[in-house]
Structures are given as structure tokens and as C-alpha cells.
């Protein structure tokens, strides 16, 4: 089976690290000619839409039900989502979409704070029900939004997301020209490869600074903003890539721009990471974020 670049399109790969998960061992890749990290598993669109639905929120939070953890988790990151965006300038959202939108966290934030129309698209039965408990529109794939006649958004989010979707490129290229205004504020935020584990069953990429630049690029967009941090998990360590991005006004050179060194960065990465938990273990990791008792919905 050839493996192919999500980014560079090339089909010349090396190994790179792996996963042991679910008593299998997964394979991450390394692009030869770009330098991506990229799954080498296979897996077939109607396998990841059904995992999605049913069994990855089980997977991940240890339960089929909405966990309490995760939900403090994903509301204390949109809290900290939109004062970012806001401190970036972006002052007005009308509307606002987020897919992957788990248990509504980040859009119910965004109707609250910019008086914003939102609709979230959550593969997962039992997030997606959660979500209507809170009077979020909500659809079930992207595959039904296409079927929808909506108009374009604003404010378009991905949070952790991007590393699932098996054709990044193409997708995001995909979000701008048909849904995204065209000055429209696009938000991402993935797991940094060279700070975070990054690995996971459902994580098809494992993207560096550098790579979700090009990503963007390739896709159309402009950025405007990037924050390396770990909020809400670490006051120190790097875990994550929040970027700000907008249409770009000029088509974007197809050349990928090659990243060099990567095994070395990620060892040099991760080496960083263990000195930091050993010498200041409580600013490496934070304990977890609580959900208020009187919270509102
Ligand atoms: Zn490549």
C-alpha cells in the first residue's frame, strides 16, 4: 500500500515513531520530501464516520456519556478561546460555526459573548444530544451541512479537529470558498508534535508549527495570529498551536516548503517537556479544571 502525503502529496515516507493502542500497534510516518507526520493506517471514510457517532468519545473519556471532566475541560479552553480572539481584535461575530463541536462549549461561549447565530457539527450521538440540551443548533456531519442552505459564516472554528480529518488541504480550501466569508476569521488549534504526545487511535496528523503553516497556506489562508501555549492544561509546556487565520486575497503557490530536522526537533521537543515536569512540576501540569456548581447552561 502506498501512503500518501496529506500535505506534499508525495508517496515517499519513512517510519517514524509509533502508537500502541486498542492491541494494535499504529504507525506514524515521516514525509521525505516535506517533513509531515502522518498515520500510516488506512482507514476507509464510512469506518471513521461510524467510530466517530459511537465509539471515540467512549474511547477517549472513558465513558459513552458526557464526562464532567471533559466538559470543564472544553469550557474553561472556550473561555480562554474567545479572549484570545478578542485580544487578536476580532470584536463582532454574527455567525459562527463550529465543527467538532463536542458538547457546545465554545459556540454557547461565542452566542453569549458576541450575541453571535451559531451552529455547531458534532459527529458524536451522545455530545451532539448534550449540546440541544442547551438550545445549540446542531448537525450531525459534515456531509448534512453540504445538503443545508445556509449562508456563509464569519467565525469558523476547528478546535482540535484538523488532526482528524483525513484530507486537511482539501477541506479546509474547501470551509473558505464555500462557507466562510470573505473576510471571515478562521480558528484552529492543534496538538504541537514537538511538545504534546500527539499521537492518538483517531490522530491522522501530527502537525509542527511549520506543517500547519504550510497546511494553511496550500489551503488559502492567511495568518494573522499564532500562539504556542498549554492553557488550560500547562503554564509552560508548549501543547498546543492556536492560530487565527483569514482568506488569503492571492492564491497560494502550490510548492510545499519542506521542513528539515524533524526527528530531531521532535527528541529535542520532548526532552525540553521531561526537564520542565521534573523542574517545576506544578507549573507543567495543572490540575484539572472544575465545572462551576452554579453553572449555567
Ligand atoms: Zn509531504
Redesign the pocket.
Known amino acids: 500500500m502506498t501512503q500518501t502525503?496529506p500535505?506534499?502529496r508525495?508517496d515517499q515516507s519513512q517510519p517514524f515513531e509509533s502508537l500502541k493502542a486498542e492491541g494494535r500497534t499504529i504507525e506514524y510516518r515521516l514525509?521525505s520530501?516535506?517533513g509531515?507526520v502522518f498515520q500510516g493506517e488506512d482507514w476507509k471514510k464510512a469506518d471513521l464516520d461510524q467510530f466517530y457517532a459511537n465509539d471515540y468519545r467512549k474511547l477517549v473519556e472513558g465513558e459513552d456519556q458526557v464526562s464532567d471532566k471533559n466538559r470543564a475541560i472544553e469550557e474553561t479552553r472556550a473561555r480562554l478561546l474567545v479572549s484570545w480572539l478578542k485580544a487578536q481584535g476580532v470584536q463582532t461575530v454574527r455567525r459562527h460555526m463550529d465543527i467538532g463541536a463536542s458538547t457546545g462549549a465554545l459556540i454557547n461561549r461565542s452566542r453569549r459573548e458576541f450575541g453571535a447565530q451559531v451552529l455547531g457539527v458534532e459527529l458524536s450521538n451522545s455530545h451532539r444530544a448534550f449540546a440541544e440540551t442547551r438550545g445549540l443548533r446542531m448537525l450531525p456531519s459534515l456531509d448534512v451541512l453540504e445538503t443545508q442552505s445556509e449562508q456563509r459564516f464569519d467565525l469558523i472554528s476547528l478546535i482540535h479537529v484538523l488532526e482528524h480529518l483525513p484530507e486537511p488541504v482539501q477541506t479546509l480550501s474547501h470551509l473558505r470558498e464555500r462557507w466562510l466569508t470573505s473576510d471571515g476569521a478562521f480558528l484552529l488549534e492543534v496538538p504541537n508534535l514537538y511538545a504534546h504526545n500527539s499521537y492518538e487511535i483517531a490522530h491522522l496528523h501530527a502537525f509542527s508549527r511549520h506543517t500547519l503553516l504550510e497546511t494553511l497556506r496550500l489551503a488559502g489562508y492567511r495568518v494573522d495570529a499564532l500562539h504556542v501555549h498549554g492553557q488550560p492544561r500547562s503554564n509552560v509546556l508548549g501543547l498546543y498551536i492556536t492560530v487565527l487565520a483569514r482568506p488569503a486575497t492571492a492564491p497560494a503557490n502550490q510548492t510545499?516548503q519542506p521542513e528539515g530536522s524533524v526527528r530531531l526537533k521532535r527528541r529535542l521537543g520532548m526532552t525540553k517537556r521531561r526537564l520542565l515536569e521534573r523542574l517545576m512540576p506544578g507549573q507543567a501540569w495543572l490540575p484539572f479544571p472544575t465545572l462551576p456548581n452554579n453553572e449555567e447552561k
Do not use: I
Open positions: 502525503c500535505l506534499c508525495s514525509c520530501r516535506c509531515m510545499v
